[in-house]
């Protein structure tokens, strides 16, 4: 099932030398170590672009002292943080104190498995690809609610809470807008998904209910993710650092990394789903395979840069008002975009180049 | 129905929000407000009413205006100023008349109120911009404000 298509070279040089069920572990460890390494490095890297970002939308410089334009900042801050004591509370439950952590950074870089940077980079294209993704995406929370609860924490406590309530109301909204766009392709594989998108991406051949679907992921993949405007989790104002106030070194960066993998995350699939993937616009690279990855982060990046745009420009929201934009409006909206869009292609309206 | 109009306010004022911030977001290029202060000390210029340190302004002839008067002692509130004076001959009049030895300025007590400034009845006494006043010895901010052999300016009492 396990569609290994990265290096069809190094597959033919590892079976020269090792047998079969050897060769598909090998590879596998290969895949993951490259993956483990690749979004570890561009997690520091979203996180040092986020702090840019975040400088130039309030008129300041940012960081731009380790390295060139402060490139190894974030390294840096890594590397600190890896010397740090890791402390702990008292009459905290230690194992899933300690177990929480990995739980969120775990699932974060299991969705990546399943995403296509191009057509031959993709580590694992099963045919329930979305599902899949909406799956996973769901199993980060476990991690928040037991690192607040086992932190022994009011403040943890509570952000643990609110995130419960937080990402159950949002994950209908991201499942449904990615729903609508089922709809459209009739397959939930993302590869096929992509391949579908050849005659125009989806967000141009579903025209009206896209854009709406587009826009409702958008906003609940942000509050997935509990970044601001939908940070009620963490909540420095109010939660000191929420679900991980008891947190130091090397876990705390984990809840970090996993943040960003996630908002990493979030845009690759709007991307995917919404944008064409890996595709050219207009198909004015389909010669080059290659150029494929840069499209993809060309597209990613874009959308990435969108939440950091949300999150520089809306003030928090209330808890009632958090639930109330999900189950009045984005909710009963999505579930009206869907008939419409089911309606659009029984009556083939949709856009086709 | 408000429910649809709702939304449509929300989309709307959202739209604008973020129009305001990308409008900052493309513009902080040039409208930068950090300053990169070692690097730019060349050109660092502080603003006006920037409280740094006392000082006392000479002229060129090292001339101050410095009457002696004793007020900014009196109305600084923990003693950072104490001025040490004497009575000399007025070479025009003959007379005896107070003017200033020293006029010690001890900067590690001030708390930059600007009372002496205000009280000041011959504006003898300014603000100064330099804030780069860190020392490894403390009796260095210990400083006597009148430069050596200056004398009080002409005109200035009356």
């Not at chain 1, 290994?4 to 895949?31: D, F, K, P, Q, Y």
């Not at chain 1, 409006?329 to 089911?342: D, E, F, K, Q």
């Not at chain 2, 929000?17 to 990308?22: C, D, R």
Request: proline share 3%; hydrophobic share 50%.
């Amino acid at each position: 099932m396990i569609q290994l298509r990265i290096t069809e070279h190094i597959h033919n040089w590892l079976s020269g030398m090792m047998s079969e069920g050897a060769v598909s572990i090998v590879e596998m460890v290969l895949i993951a170590i490259v993956y483990l390494t690749v979004f570890a490095i561009a997690g520091l890297f979203l996180v040092l672009l986020e702090r840019r970002v975040a400088a130039w939308f309030q008129l300041r410089i940012g960081p731009n002292r380790v390295g060139f334009q402060g490139l190894l900042q974030t390294m840096a801050d890594a590397i600190k943080l890896l010397t740090k004591e890791l402390t702990g509370t008292e009459k905290a439950d230690k194992f899933l104190y300690n177990l929480a952590p990995y739980f969120v950074i775990i699932s974060a870089l299991m969705a990546l498995a399943v995403i296509p940077f191009t057509k031959e980079f993709h580590a694992f294209d099963i045919n329930i690809g979305i599902f899949f993704l909406i799956a996973i995406s769901s199993i980060g929370v476990i991690g928040i609610l037991l690192g607040g609860w086992s932190s022994n924490n009011k403040f943890a406590m509570i952000g643990a809470m609110r995130s419960g309530v937080q990402t159950i109301s949002y994950e209908l909204s991201v499942g449904l807008s990615l729903l609508t766009m089922v709809v459209i392709t009739g397959t939930l594989q993302l590869s096929e998904i992509i391949e579908f998108q050849k005659n125009g991406w989806l967000i141009v051949q579903g025209h009206i209910p896209a854009i709406i679907a587009f826009m409702v992921f958008m906003i609940s993949g942000t509050a997935e993710t509990n970044r601001a405007p939908f940070d009620m989790v963490e909540a420095e104002s109010e939660l000191g650092a929420g679900f991980h106030t008891e947190y130091s070194g090397m876990k705390f960066a984990y809840f970090f990394l996993a943040e960003f993998i996630n908002m990493f995350i979030i845009s690759a699939i709007a991307a995917t789903i919404f944008f064409g993937g890996w595709l050219s616009p207009f198909g004015i690279t389909e010669s080059i395979p290659e150029l494929g990855v840069f499209w993809f982060l060309a597209k990613t990046m874009v959308l990435v840069f969108l939440m950091m745009w949300f999150r520089w420009t809306f003030p928090r929201l209330r808890v009632d008002q958090l639930l109330t934009l999900e189950w009045k409006y984005l909710l009963p909206i999505n579930l009206v975009n869907i008939v419409l869009m089911a309606v659009l292609v029984w009556l083939n309206l949709t856009i086709r180049l | 129905m408000s429910y649809f109009s709702d939304i449509y306010q929300g989309i709307k004022t959202l739209l604008t929000g973020m129009s305001v911030t990308g409008k900052y977001f493309v513009n902080s290029r040039k409208g930068a407000i950090t300053q990169q202060y070692p690097d730019n000390r060349d050109t660092l210029k502080m603003f006006e009413r920037f409280r740094g340190e006392v000082i006392m302004p000479h002229t060129e002839d090292n001339e101050h205006r410095c009457t002696g008067c004793q007020k900014c002692e009196i109305a600084c509130p923990n003693g950072t100023i104490e001025i040490i004076w004497d009575r000399g001959i007025d070479e025009e009049t003959g007379k005896k008349k107070k003017k200033i030895d020293q006029f010690v300025y001890h900067l590690s007590m001030c708390t930059m109120c600007g009372l002496c400034i205000d009280v000041c009845p011959t504006d003898a006494i300014k603000w100064g911009q330099n804030f780069e006043n860190s020392v490894y010895d403390r009796s260095a901010l210990t400083r006597v404000l009148n430069k050596p052999g200056s004398k009080l300016m002409a005109g200035v009492e009356d």
